[in-house]
């Protein structure tokens, strides 16, 4: 039997990170770019039920036993064993990759997620729609992450523009017109979790305060939307930098992001901010198609540990 491999994107927050926590919209991207990939290969000589798992990237060589059962991949597993209401699995080899960077804000773990889940579930035969792709995915990010927005795991799983609010029905999102982002990696690693329990600490010491902030977020990612599916995509640009002004003002920007944002829109770009949980991870900028390459050479001196670009287009098929 052949090996079954799926893959799965990452994933960008354009507006509205942290305050989609609180139950406010967010505007979110797959960015494919970068990717997680799983493969599982039958081992028809293993005895059943063996599951070695191989996922160098966090060091992991182990059988799904051998597993903590809050671990994210053996959470993912017995996911979809619960799916198919199995209890047992026959003996296989899960081979997990990825190119996304971990604790950058841009949906590693629930990239992982997604694409286990979608290979797993195609190597026993029936593919999984997607709700229970993302629904599995959802727990491993509520296990990881405290009380996530959900964001991360819809946006990959169904690998579309989306407008997310949390415990509302899903909406895609119509992009009128292409538009150019160049993402910028800061080289510094900061896990969402934190981030959000830092957020969250600040929130409960003065909510007056950060619900206003919140609030402005808000309106920010509406306007995003009208621009996005009705006007041109140019009026990002002042939308974007607000909105990191207001991340700065609830604290999860620092020094070094602020400085990739600042090279960003001296270059030329027309919009820039930190997207995801913010402590370090990445910033994007909204880019005119002849200033791409300053602003990525401009980044790179600023400090960036590496650059990509990414087109965002209106409705194609789906990132599988």
Known sequence: ????TSFAPAKLILFGEHSVVYDRPAIAIPF?????????????????????????????DKTLDQLDPDDPIAIT?????????????????????????IAAGMGSSAAVSVALARALSTFLGHPLPDADINDIAFKVEQQLHFTPSGVDNTVITYARPVYF???QPLEFLHVRQPFDLIIADSGISAATGPMVSGVRERFNADPARYNALFDKISSIVLLARDCIEHGSAVDLGPLLIENHALLKGIGVSTPELDILVEAAMTAGALGAKLTGGGGGGNIIALAPEDRMENIQNALLAAGAHQVWTAKVLPPQEPFR
């Open 32 to 60: 494919t770019g970068v990717h997680a990939r799983a493969a599982i290969f039958a081992m028809p000589v293993a005895p059943s039920g063996q599951v070695q798992i191989d996922a160098q990237a966090v060091q992991m």
């Open 165 to 167: 609010v949390r415990s």
């Open 1 to 4: 039997m052949p090996a079954i």
């Open 77 to 101: 597993i017995h996911g979809v064993m619960d799916k198919f209401g199995i209890s047992s699995l026959p003996a296989m080899h899960i081979r997990l990759t990825s190119t996304i960077p």
